[in-house]
């Protein structure tokens, strides 16, 4: 109420300055408004490189050196804006220019040795420059991150880990130098998350030792494969392989797609996906196989192989953990989407923030000069949780990264499950961000040069490619139900997943929440571990029922579908505020950690805001409205930091766009 009377006042004295005047009075001109840099104003509490240290974790020189590689190139288009050179792709090119442009720009950062080592060297370190580099493609464009994240990742990814040495040997190489250009042809018309049930069927010829891949129907023509429109020379195709007339199930095979004149292969035909509502400098195709044959040392064979005389090898008899083998390691996918979508609310936020520090609307008494954007409490409340989301999901993708990094075959359920978590909630949450920065920065969010409104229809697609999210969050409970049944069975304690919390006694709500004790990390912690706790009891209990009345056990997820999805996102978002206070628990005190504990808490208590935690009665009506009132003086305090908290971001001032600065001169008479 108090925010609506004080709206009310603000409008009020705005129409009574703007009334018509008496005839006796006469019109005096307003001063024309001018720019003022926020740095001039903004003090910085805290230091702002350690800051950036701290969410970017790794490879800041990497990072710095490849954002100056584009800045100096003019296939980067970089435009002089307001005084400023900015660089972004020219979305008004035409789709086939656009996706030349793509290519382009993929071989100039190859001749400077961008790649080198991405997928001939092995170990944590170069798993980490790379993941550096695919953020700073990110920031720039995302048909740029995702046609490289489709060949190295992808293509490359599936030749390393599941194929062997004569893989390896053959076509690592060539692929880490772009002399081959690789796509990944698993999606079909007919089957994009349910895998196991693609259509494409390959055969073996015992007498030619070559295998024969099929497209037997419509639906199973592969789709929205990219790179195979225009560019790539080779695939993995995703196929049921028949031995025998027996179904071994889905199997990888490299088949080559195009000569080096860039001619289509015989018995495959491929057709364009067509213009999209962004990430039109990719190619995506689609693809047809009419009985092409491949030699039998092109299946990829690390969980399974084919004999000459074809018989079917494999030491994983269960064809459901063959399966689970052969995917496991194909993880990286949703690794990389997750974090690309991070640094995009990183740079709507960026931007939207500094052009909320220069611009005004309003006075708030007559003769005052008009109010900053980020200076209303409304506009702190919308942007701040944000900010605070937005670190939260920084320290989760630096852990990702890490636990990817360092994988063993033991830890690739984890993989597995935090990252299907981790890409939902955070592609979920990007888009959230991306709209929102597009509404605050009004009519301005419009442009395309802008960015910000049209990075939305950019990663719109990350909500889906690479796992549904409603299925993914189906995934994460289905295993967070078998975790359960298993330490059930085994009567032990849980472990692993950050599960160890069950093991305890039930945290408990206090019956009035002060704000000592919203801002305190161990009650923080409590309620997000209560809410899993008995959401994951809730969900075991009503699958169990379900199952005693007669559905399988599939029958009963679907059934439980909406207790499936607000468990996943309780998981994750406790998953997430674990790495938010390990990263916390880093630093010595001061500035920074103060700084950080503001931000901690901020993001917890939107977390405890949710509508869940009313929903089933975690919270009193009382409770949750001390939990609103809190952040709006969690974002109040923000306030003073929010440049330092956007610049810690550190993305250079070319990556971001013409109103986070000069938004006057770039609008002026004399650039039109």
Known sequence: MERAFQRTQVLTNHLLQSSSPLPSQTLSSNACLSYSPPELSENCAFDVKEMRKLIDGHNLEERDWLFGLMKQSELFNPKVKGGKVFVSPDYNQSMEQQREMTLKRIKYLQERGVFKGWLTEKGEEIEMRKFAGFEVFSIYDHSLFTKLGVHFPMWGGAIQFCGTKRHHDKWLRDTENYSIKGCFAMTELGHGSNIRSLETVTTYDSNTGEFVINTPCESAQKFWIGGAAKHATHTVVFSQLHINGINQGVHAFIVQIRDVDGNICPNIRIADCGHKIGLNGVDNGRIWFDNVRVPRENLLNSVADVSPDGKYLSSIKNPDQRFAAFMAPMTVG????????????????????????????????????????????????????????????????????????????????????????????????????????????????????????????????????????????????????????????????????????????????????????????????????????????????????????????????NSCYELAKDLGRAFSERAIFQTFVEAESTLPAGSLKDVLGTLRSLYASICIEDVSFLRYGYLSVDNGANVRREITKLCNELRPHALALISSFGIPDAFLSPIAFNWIDTNSWSLV
Request: aromatic letters at 8%; charged letters at 20%.
């Open 334 to 557: 949703r690794v990389n989407i997750a974090i690309g979508a991070v640094c995009q609310s990183k740079v709507a936020l960026a931007i939207t923030i500094r052009y909320a520090l220069t611009r005004r609307a309003f006075s708030l008494k007559p003769n005052e000069p008009e109010v900053l954007l980020l200076d209303y409490p409304s506009h702190q409340r919308r942007l701040f949780p944000l900010v605070a989301k937005t670190y939260a999901m920084s320290f989760a993708a630096n852990y990702l990264k890490v636990l990817y990094a360092k994988r063993t075959p033991q830890s690739n359920k984890a993989i597995h499950i935090v990252s299907s978590s981790f890409k939902a909630t955070f592609t979920w949450n990007n888009m959230q961000i991306l709209q929102e920065c597009r509404e605050a920065c009004g009519g301005q969010g419009l442009r395309t040069e802008n960015r910000v409104g049209h990075l939305k229809g950019e990663y719109d697609v990350q909500s889906t490619f690479e796992g549904d999210n409603f299925l993914l969050m189906q995934l994460v409970s289905k295993a967070l139900f078998a975790e359960y049944m298993a330490a059930q069975k085994r009567n032990k304690v849980f472990k692993g997943l950050g599960l160890e919390h069950m093991n305890k006694p039930c945290p408990v709500i206090p019956s009035q929440l002060t704000s000592t004790t919203l801002r305190c990390s161990q009650f923080q912690m409590d309620a997000l571990c209560l809410r899993e706790r008995d959401l994951l009891n809730r969900f075991v209990a009503d699958v169990l029922k379900c199952k005693a009345k007669g559905e399988n056990t599939e029958q009963a997820f």
